[in-house]
Structures are given as structure tokens and as C-alpha cells.
């Protein structure tokens, strides 16, 4: 065999070991990406878990539905810095309004969106039984001037017990700042347990749907 054929013969053989490493070097690489997507979405769970536990323990004994959901707001503000939060649970004759005013961004930023909603959104918000943005708030179309409702970030969760609307949670942060997607996912799972709390603490007298 000459020269030039022995070198030809090397140089394809190397080819095909870089090609073989180049293919075990993707391969490792997306097995390691497999791994940390993998842990990462275990540790979301894991805090996920940490945090409803917590939460639920932070309700155990509460003695009335004032000091349950006073709890829940100081738990739901410590997951989510710097944002309001206010409930409204459902009666006969509406929606009571429970606020409970304790976070450093209130001694300058008094005022919360609660007085800008008007007892007919409230109800919308409660007939419609979901997570509403503001802009699907707006799409109830119920004629109400929302340019106060614009100055926050707004998201309503809903209190809801088998189906039936007990009220809702009212989360806000004021405009630039935003209550974003990823906290309504942390926050949503704690809703249905909160809502069995406040039917066990108390079951409101409502009319309708």
C-alpha cells in the first residue's frame, strides 16, 4: 500500500471518529439539558408543594373568617413582594370586602383598585368563576369606566366551592410594575383549599349564580 493511500485511509478515519464524537458530544448535551429541565421542574414542584403546605398550616385554627383570610393575605404577600391583595366573599346582598393593609408599598400607594370596582363588576367577576385579567374584566361589558381600574396590574382568582362562586381574590400591583403570569400559577393551586376554609368558616347566604 503507498503512501498517499495510507494517508488517505487515516484522514477518513479520523473524519469518522470526529463525526462519532461530534454525534456523542450532541447527544451528551441534550441528555444533560433532559436532566436539568428535569430538576429545575422538580424543584418548581417541590416549592410548590412547600409553599401549600405552608399555607394551609397558617390557616389551621383560625377562629372566624376575618382571621383566615387576614392569614392568607400575610401568606400570599410574602410569595408575591410588593403586590396588594384583598378578598371578596359573597353574601345575600352581595360582596363583602375584606383588605387587610400591611405592606411597605401601601405607606405611600394608599389607595387599591377596590374602590374603583363597582358592585356590578364585582358581581360579574364572581359570575363569571374564573382567573380574570383586567382586559377580560373589561369584556364583561358591563358600561363601567375602567381608566382607574388601567393605573394597576390587576388579577382576580376565583373562591369557588363545587362549582358554586363563593367570591374571589384580588391581587395588584400598581402600573409600571405587574402581577405576572408565572405568580397567578404559583398562587392559583392554594385557591380551592381556601375556598373549602371559607365555606367551613363561614357559608355565605347568596342569591343567584
Known sequence: ?????????????????NKQRKQQASKIDILCNDLISAQRAFIQR????????????????????????ARADRQIRQELPG????????QSDGCELYSFV???????????????????????????NKTCSLAEI???DLGDDLRELAKFSIATLPL????????????????????TAEEI??????????SQAIRVAHVPLVSGE
Open 1 to 17: 500500500m503507498s503512501q498517499t493511500e495510507r494517508h488517505r485511509r487515516l484522514r477518513l478515519l479520523l473524519n469518522r471518529l
Open 46 to 69: 417541590l416549592y410548590a408543594v412547600s409553599f401549600a403546605a405552608e399555607f394551609y398550616r397558617s390557616l389551621l385554627g383560625s377562629p372566624d373568617l376575618n382571621h383566615l383570610l
Open 83 to 90: 403586590a396588594g391583595v384583598a378578598f371578596y366573599v359573597r
Open 102 to 128: 400591611g405592606d411597605e408599598m401601601f405607606a405611600f400607594e394608599q389607595q387599591g383598585p377596590q374602590e374603583h370596582l363597582t358592585p356590578e363588576l364585582v358581581d360579574g367577576i364572581c359570575k363569571s
Open 138 to 140: 373589561a369584556s364583561l
Open 160 to 179: 369557588s366551592d363545587l362549582g358554586r362562586s363563593l367570591g374571589f381574590t384580588l391581587l395588584w400591583r400598581p402600573s409600571p410594575l405587574t402581577i
Open 185 to 194: 400559577r404559583r398562587i392559583e393551586p392554594v385557591m380551592c383549599g381556601l
